[in-house]
């Protein structure tokens, strides 16, 4: 059974940094592209970032490009999401999503088989 949970979210003053980990289980991890989504209240979840099984390719929104960074660390199975210069806007619940191994990364939610339960980033103004 796949698990992905989600960490270090929490509450920061707009201008402020998040690190957010992703700890996966029951799934080949070093052979999975991984991304990031949020869900804002009232509106639909979007992409944020995406990495591939090795790290060495990442995909990035616009909105955040320039902000986050989104890393890997296969031997302990967790995918990472750095945030800087958080702004009001950031604020949302963010998932974690894995791909069965062999999928090609990708932005579309619809490319990601696992999600995670969420963690919630607010940032105050």
């Known amino acids: 059974q796949v698990q992905l949970v989600e960490s270090g979210g929490g509450l920061v003053q707009a201008g402020g940094s998040l690190r957010l980990s992703c700890a996966a289980s029951?799934?080949?991890?070093?052979?999975?592209?991984m991304g990031w989504y949020r869900q804002a209240p009232g509106k639909e979840r979007e992409f944020v970032a995406a990495i591939n099984w090795s790290g060495h390719s990442t995909y990035y929104a616009d909105s955040v490009k320039g902000r986050a960074t989104i890393s890997r660390d296969n031997a302990k199975n967790t995918v990472y999401l750095q945030m800087n210069s958080l702004k009001f806007e950031d604020t949302a619940i963010y998932y974690c999503?894995?791909?069965?191994?062999?999928?090609?990364?990708?932005?579309?939610?619809?490319?990601?088989?696992?999600w995670g339960q969420g963690t919630q980033v607010t940032v105050s103004s």
């Open positions: 029951g799934l080949t991890f070093g052979s999975a592209a």
């Open positions: 999503a894995a791909a069965r191994p062999g999928r090609l990364t990708t932005k579309s939610q619809y490319g990601y088989d696992f």
